[in-house]
């Protein structure tokens, strides 16, 4: 089969770049009024409470995430804890995402409307909300960009046959290296694709491959001892490993295919265990039959295809399932020693940004391929069904995007109540209040983290706020001499000293080592 993928004719594509992004956009622009939600309250008391390296050093869940974050450190040192900037900073990277889908699968194939529904088809997916929707997930997003750029100027300097030389490798190099600091999923990417650049790239220099060769070693070395977490007490059998993987490149296509037509929950995959005594279920079957059908289609492709496109299906096959091997590795040993389901871990939305972006652009190049005669009116077809099918359900679908307004609605009572103790007290003299515990913080020192990451926002500097905490002691310990220890006061039982204009002192040396009460 001929190269016909190099000699289409170019088509004016900017209005189908247009369509795709700006439906994305008008999909995802709600998340402009998430609030924050579990682990993101962890992190800014760690971002308003820690040393600035030991913030970008912390073991995140057995992640580096140093990319993401400096993105925390940097947006709290301008917008403090208001959420609205960050989830805005997220749009924008979504938007060029989708761009990126749409120039590389344009520069591919050669069609601007099959680069157009691969593009929207995926910009609007609703399982991006994992990672678009939630900030402490939100380093798979930067993966994609890290990723989807370093693929784009990959395949476009294929496909223009230039010269790959040390100042492009050094780029694909960092942004490969700031990937693996971002989400796990670019752990994975970051091992993998130097290898497959090096074997993709006809024309690239030998101090380009070694410098790309230096980014899966210096990765590895990073982790250092943490890397016992894949290969040590914690490592799972290959099987468990590879049953995790099957799971997210299946629920993936599906997420992917399905895309506003449905919202797949974890539950929704799941077959019961007795397939005597009560049926296969449905969801769970078509999970199963569209990976089948989708793997299938992809090494048709792939035998058919000769060349570079070749080359390219099979480099999107191995990033695709290195962006997923990382998480089935990392849960392998939970699903294997607590014989928890497999298509539950495989089902959360977090994992599947990136992935998922990488499964689009590769099922546009299938589709290319197989329907390569006809490509012209297939493609165009084939985007206006598209088109259709998802004004309907973007008008009649129940799938809203999750704001966290329970969480927003429980922090404001928090910060009232503390506005109101500041109210009630006179100018000039300290405000002394409690420390309640914020239920949706459980990771968080209650009322008294809510008041120190809001600070910058919502009060004036002048007045001495403090909290009276049991645990004022454990607190001292866990973040010395930080904002958060400097507000918190001991009971009056305690046996602690203190003045509400002095740094906080302990009678006893080692009373300030046991939690009070």
Known sequence: MRDWLAKRPSYPSAAYAILAVGLSFMVYAPILKNYFWMDDFLIFEMVTNWPLAKFLNVNWAGHLVLVRNAFYAGMYAVVGANPMPYYLVLLVLHGLNVALVFATVRTVTRSAELACL?????????????????????????????????LYDAVRTLWRQTRVRLARAVLWAALLSAGAQSFGTGLGVAIAAPVMLMWLMDRLTWPGRAVLLCVPVVTVWMYGQDYGQFTGSLASSTLAQANMLFHLQA????????????????????????????PLSLASFAVYLIAALVISLWAS?????????????VTLAVLALSNYGVIAVGRGYWIESLRQSAIRWAA???????????????????????????????????????????????ANTGWRIRHYDAERQRAERVLSRIDSAIRSTPAGEPVITYNEPFPDGPFTAGAASLYVMNRSNRYTPDREVYFVDRYAAAVWDKYPASPLAHVLLPPPYSGLVCTARLPLQSESPTSQRQPLG
């Not at 991006?128 to 990723?147: D, F, H, I, K, Y």
């Not at 492709?301 to 299906?313: E, H, K, M, N, P």
């Not at 689009?360 to 299938?366: K, P």
Request: hydrophobic fraction near 55%; proline fraction near 3%.
């Open 348 to 394: 959360q939305a977090r994992y599947h940004y990136s992935g998922t972006a990488l499964l689009a652009i590769g099922l546009a190049v299938v589709a290319a391929t197989l329907f390569s005669q006809r490509l012209v009116v297939w493609a165009r077809t084939a985007l206006a069904a598209w088109l259709i099918v998802f004004a309907f359900l973007y």
């Open 118 to 150: 691969a593009a929207a088809a995926w910009g609007t997916c609703p399982v991006n909300e994992g990672a678009l929707g939630w900030l402490a997930a939100s380093g798979n997003v930067v993966v994609g960009t890290t990723t989807l750029i370093v």
């Open 251 to 278: 629920i993936g296509f599906t997420d992917l295919i399905r895309g506003l037509g449905y919202e797949p929950g974890p539950a929704d995959f799941l077959a019961p265990v007795d397939f005597n005594s009560v």
């Open 301 to 313: 492709a792939v035998w058919l295809s000769t060349g570079r496109q070749r080359r390219l299906l």
